[in-house]
């Protein structure tokens, strides 16, 4: 499979813009390869791409572009390779570290989860990933832990070391999990982590967790959410991200009715699609509903 690669040289500060007009034109993802040159990627054939960035950048701007754009076609391992040969870990907590294989361990970080960057969603660099990482550090050591969603088994991994001795990675996507547990082969103490294609209705009934993640779409957790806290054991914690700021109230009303109580909450600006990202960290009832 082949992509259609945009470069676009404009200065650090252009960055928000960038990853504006990228957005705007549908692309697939994109990175910063160094200080000043910006990378996205397109599903052929992208017809028109230069002039459709050029439009959607002056939209944003107001004046056109300056900056010069290069267009081709790049091999899809070529962008793996490159994404990855441009990962960095990422510091999550004062403990815990994300980290791509084969950077040196920085001893300052007792907690480190290594993931391989795109095998699935979740390399700890998304704000949503990384709100449910620091409630998960702060609450931990946990006994079990559910992941709806795994994606690259970020969540799930990072249960792991934090010291939880029972934890499942859910993903509907057959390649999420294909990706998870490519991760789960890298992190030492990891191989005890179940990894299952499906979600909350592929569990058998009586499971119970002490904490319960879910990375998803707002519609998509509304759905799960009573199955979710059904899966929660009592008085235990449910973390939920993936939400926009306009969702929150009919987020916290569902968990309310089902009796979950607001712990915690986060808003994380996201320029690229110019909105904000919330996510919840909520206690479970005593006698779930
Ligand atoms: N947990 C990772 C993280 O926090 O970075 C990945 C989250 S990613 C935003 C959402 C993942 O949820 C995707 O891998 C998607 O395939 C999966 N997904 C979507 N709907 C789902 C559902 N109903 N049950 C289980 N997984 C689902």
Redesign the pocket.
């Not at 992941?147 to 690259?152: A, E, H």
């Given at each position: 499979m082949s992509y259609v690669e945009l470069t676009v040289a404009a200065p650090v500060a252009a960055e928000e813009t960038v990853t504006a007009a990228l957005a705007a034109c549908e692309t697939l993802g994109g990175w910063v390869e160094k200080p000043g040159l910006f990378r996205g990627y397109f599903s052929p054939p992208a017809a028109n791409l230069t002039d459709r960035f050029r439009a959607a950048w002056c939209d944003l701007a107001g004046e056109p572009c300056p900056h010069p754009i290069v267009v081709r076609n790049r091999l899809a391992q070529d962008w793996l390779m490159a994404s990855r040969a441009a990962a960095k870990p990422i510091p999550i907590t004062r403990r815990l570290w994300v980290a791509p294989p084969g950077v040196v361990p920085d001893a300052a970080y007792s907690k480190v989860v290594w993931i391989q960057p795109g095998l699935?969603?979740?390399t700890g660099s998304?704000a949503?990933?990384q709100a449910?990482l620091r409630w998960l550090d702060h609450g931990s050591p946990f006994r079990s832990v559910l992941?709806?969603?795994?994606?690259?088994g970020?969540?799930a991994l990072a249960a792991v070391a934090l010291g939880a001795g029972r934890v499942v990675g859910?993903?509907?996507?057959p390649d999420?999990i294909v990706g998870a547990i490519d991760n789960r082969a890298r992190n030492a103490q990891a191989s005890e982590l179940m990894l299952v294609r499906g979600?909350t209705a592929s569990l058998r009934p009586g499971y119970r967790f002490e904490c319960v993640l879910a990375?998803?779409d707002g519609p998509?957790l509304a759905k799960?959410l009573p199955h979710i806290v059904g899966l929660c054991s009592a008085r235990g914690r449910v973390g939920v991200a993936?939400l926009m700021l306009s969702e929150r109230e009919r987020l916290i009303d569902a968990a309310r009715q089902l009796g979950l109580a607001l712990l915690d909450q986060r808003e994380d600006p996201d320029p690229t699609f110019k909105d904000v990202w919330w996510s919840g960290w909520f206690a479970a009832p005593e006698n779930p509903v």
């Open positions: 699935g969603f979740g998304h949503t990933t449910l992941d709806v969603g795994t994606g690259s970020v969540l859910l993903d509907i996507d999420a979600s990375n998803l998509t799960e993936g």
